[in-house]
Antibody
Framework: QVHLQESGPGLVKPSETLSLTCTVS?????????WGWIRQPPGKGPEWIGS???????YYNPSLKSRVTTSIDTSKNQFSLRLSSVTAADTAVYYC?????????????WGQGTLVTVSS | QSALTQPPSASGSPGQSVTISCTGT?????????VSWYQQHPGKAPKLMIY???KWPSGVPDRFSGSKSGNTASLTVSGLQAEDEADYYC??????????FGTGTKVTVL
């Protein structure tokens, strides 16, 4: 059974860079799938951030593209997110998820999520 | 891109059916058969319930069903049960390797 777990700082200062890592167990990320990041501000709906393939191919939300970088480490079965120049508007629960299907088009399963607060 | 539009709330009694709509445009919902639905209980991660408009992931009961007409997709929950009370979000491929989620619907079991 595939399991994903996010890790990283829960508090980031404005203008700094948010960094999160997702560790995958029960499935080798080099076998396939894209691997995605989604965030959900408190009380709001989810927002897709970006996705990465083990080959290095990436897709990013156009509204965040200038600030987002993703990477993948198949030796550790992990993938990572970096979001630069954060503001209070980036405060959210951040989830990682397997991103499958054609294009791909669905997210399953998801990690439990980690709350990141942007505040000085 | 704009979030897909869902009604803020929906409700039904146990055993009844409830249908949630998800309205987009011809660039997302209407343009592709790549609509998925997610269930989220408070404090939990979203769970995939329907993918590619009307397909079930393993383990999801067939009380949940999906459909699409034009730019609007729908999720129907039949035989409502107490554990179906949750927030539901739709999502759609929006072309050019882009994805958009819905605004969310809170389903209440009366």
């Amino acid at each position: 059974q595939v399991h994903l777990q996010e890790s990283g700082p829960g508090l980031v200062k404005p203008s700094e860079t948010l960094s999160l890592t997702c560790t995958v167990s029960g499935y080798s990320i080099s076998r396939g799938y894209y691997w995605g990041w989604i965030r959900q501000p408190p009380g709001k709906g989810p927002e897709w951030i970006g996705s990465i393939h083990h080959s290095g191919g990436t897709y990013y939300n156009p509204s965040l593209k200038s600030r987002v970088t993703t990477s993948i480490d198949t030796s550790k079965n992990q993938f990572s997110l970096r979001l630069s120049s954060v503001t209070a508007a980036d405060t959210a629960v951040y989830y990682c998820a397997a991103h499958g299907g054609n294009y791909p088009n669905w997210f399953d399963p998801w990690g439990q999520g980690t709350l990141v607060t942007v505040s000085s | 891109q704009s979030a897909l539009t869902q009604p803020p709330s929906a409700s039904g009694s146990p055993g009844q059916s409830v249908t949630i709509s998800c309205t987009g445009t011809s660039s997302d919902v209407g343009g592709y058969n790549y609509v998925s639905w997610y269930q989220q209980h408070p404090g939990k991660a979203p769970k995939l319930m329907i993918y590619e408009v009307n397909k079930w992931p393993s383990g999801v009961p067939d009380r949940f069903s999906g459909s699409k007409s034009g730019n609007t997709a729908s999720l129907t929950v039949s035989g409502l049960q107490a554990e179906d009370e949750a927030d539901y979000y739709c999502s759609s491929y929006a072309g050019r390797n882009n994805f958009v989620f819905g605004t969310g619907t809170k389903v209440t079991v009366l």
